[in-house]
């Protein structure tokens, strides 16, 4: 009788831990994997992916040698920004020391702004980033690649064709940006020969001037597959649906 309940209380955590981080993917609209992206991302909800580890003081400016924050998150360019939890409604905050040491996936805000000191203008502040962090899991779970794409995959069929509640179906496109690299675009080619790329478009994902613009369709055997396994590149940001205008 306890191992049941033991295994139904499991059972619970885990859905609810999974319903709460559905919905987290949908609030958190982008990846920050680097301080590039922390500097396009800034003031804006994030998922924030990297090492989260015990805050390292910095060696100059008014910071230096003091310990203003516990922890930081070490970014795939070694860059590193503290992080402080987010104060929730319910009074309930992240117990953060349990990630220690650790890859993690962080749901926050990539605040700029002032960090050390306060608004007063006659007093000596110091600007900078700092994550405020409303959710944390440990990466490698399928979150971190699976909040890329900003479409409902449940819509579709294994074969690409969204089924409508009247039983039509049909197909759509999708797209995402890639480094303006020949090799990484054979890459992505060699795992969807159907992408097609559209240099000098930024399309609506915002491609910068260093990345080339890739529109594939779901019209394909395995989509669900291609399209997670597109998601788990490391230098796609976000996966979005195609709207013609």
Known sequence: ?????????????IYTQSAELRSIDNEYKDTCRSWADAERLKNSDAVIIGRLQKFT???KGKGAGHMFWQYEIKLS?????????????DGESIVIEEYLNG??????????GIIIGDSDPNHQSMTGYRIDADGIVPAG??????????????????D??????????????????I???DSILAEVKAMDPMAEVMKGSKGRSGCTDEEWLL???TRKARFKEIIKQQAALPYIRKITETFWE
């Open 141 to 158: 779970a399928g979150y971190e690649n699976e909040s890329k794409i900003r479409i409902d995959l449940s819509e579709f069929n294994d």
């Open 1 to 13: 009788m306890t191992s049941l309940v033991i295994f139904l209380i499991l059972v619970f955590s």
């Open 77 to 89: 360019d070694s860059t590193a920004i503290p992080v402080v939890s987010k104060d929730k409604s």
């Open 57 to 59: 003081p910095w060696e």
């Open 179 to 181: 480094p303006a690299i």
């Open 103 to 112: 890859e993690v996936v962080i749901y926050g805000r990539i605040f700029f």
């Open 215 to 217: 529109i594939s369709s």
């Open 160 to 177: 690409g064709y969204r089924v409508r509640p009247d039983g039509e179906k049909s197909a759509t496109h999708y797209e995402f940006c």
